[in-house]
């Protein structure tokens, strides 16, 4: 018996859903991504995420390492190997949707950042022409420029745009000053009702909510020369299973790269 394919945007609603992440408390679950570095490359590469985090092309400062032989979500990480949660920019729908906000995801792409403003999209895969998830695509293809961007404010990262009523436009100014002080920094750009968002145009009556990628930090690991391999949406954890980057790294004695 065939399967039919599932869209990703079919896949964001179905993981949005089980989002229960509250950013009052920090508690919650969240959709994570999961990649794979080399066990002897595990310090260098939290540096490089920690690195990434206080650039702020980060959706969250929280991970959680995942050692060889133990299983997360049905995966077990093989011998050798860390596997590294970080948190999902699909978290963010999930909490429009906790708020009452109606929205629709239109895709992932690469957005261009000048003098650390963000410019344009100059890649976008929709979702619901994709099975699958167009920043695991793009983060392969290696035309971002994270480490650009975290050096000078030049250069390009990987984003995601959805778009939200506008009625309900209030709710999305309220839940981003909830957010400005949580631990779920990933929102980049909202647009006007009506209006284009850095270049990519919204269905009439309403507005586009732009977030940084949850793969931003681990393309900066690819760029720093760290092999990875990444899965995209891996599953639901709840955040309190993650640590912030700064304790992990204070823990684990990882030490600033030359």
């Not at 595990?42 to 995420?49: A, E, F, G, N, S």
């Not at 009439?204 to 720093?224: C, D, F, L």
């Amino acid at each position: 018996m065939s399967r039919s394919l599932k869209f990703v945007n079919h896949t964001i609603e179905d993981f949005a859903m089980q989002v229960t992440y509250d950013p009052a408390t920090g508690g919650g679950k969240v959709v994570f991504n999961l990649s794979l570095v080399r066990e002897a490359d595990i310090q260098p590469v939290l540096d490089v995420i920690r690195t990434a985090c206080r650039s702020g092309v980060c959706v969250s400062d929280l991970i959680r390492l995942v050692p060889a032989g133990e299983t997360i979500n049905g995966f077990t990480v093989p011998a050798g190997q860390t596997g590294v949660c970080t948190i999902c920019s699909v978290t963010l729908d999930g909490i429009l949707l906790k708020r009452g906000v109606p929205l629709h995801p239109i895709g992932g792409g690469v957005v261009e950042i000048v003098n650390r403003i963000p410019r344009r999209f100059t890649h976008l895969i929709h979702y619901d022409e994709t099975t699958i998830d167009p920043l695991q695509v793009l983060i392969a293809e290696e035309i971002s420029s994270v480490t650009k961007v975290i050096r000078s404010g030049n250069g390009t990262i990987l984003a995601n745009i959805r778009e939200c009523h506008m009625e309900a436009e209030p709710l999305v100014a309220e839940l981003l000053e909830d957010l400005a002080s949580s631990q779920f920094i990933g929102v980049l750009e909202v647009g006007l009702p009506n209006s284009p968002l850095l270049g990519v145009q919204v269905s009439p009556q309403y507005m586009g909510v732009v977030a940084v990628g949850g793969t931003n930090p681990i393309a900066a690991v690819r760029e720093a020369g760290y092999p990875v391999v990444t899965r995209a949406m891996k599953g639901v954890i709840d955040s309190t299973e993650m640590k912030g980057i700064e304790q992990l790294c204070a823990e684990m004695h990882v030490a600033p790269r030359a």
